[in-house]
């Protein structure tokens, strides 16, 4: 079964002070990361650079939903897909 989840990371930060949430996806013990079109400050995030700014969460639990409602319509065949080729049914 593939896991997605939304996540931010120390090291990506950029020139700007901000940070882009990116999607990652874990299937078949092989992980994978999107860019996403969101992009957080250190304000909008707890000490672990968990996201803590709701509106945020909100759009991001809508899209992970959507990917996730497309990986269950994939039924079987998911065991069949790597992480990239999932990736690219999903988008």
Do not use: C, W
């Not at 909008?44 to 709701?54: A, C, F, N, R, V």
């Not at 899209?63 to 996730?68: A, F, K, P, S």
Request: without cysteine; glycine residues 2%.
């Amino acid at each position: 079964m593939a896991t997605l989840s939304a996540k931010v990371f120390k090291h990506h930060k950029k020139a700007d002070g901000t940070y882009n949430v990116k999607i990652y996806i874990y299937h078949n013990s092989v992980r994978s990361y999107m860019d996403t079109e969101h992009y957080v400050t250190d304000k909008q995030l707890k000490k672990d650079l968990q996201i803590k700014d709701t509106f945020l969460l909100s759009i991001l639990n809508r899209t992970l939903d959507n990917y996730r409602k497309a990986i269950s319509d994939l039924g079987p065949r998911l065991d069949l897909l790597d992480v990239e080729i999932l990736m690219n049914q999903t988008t």
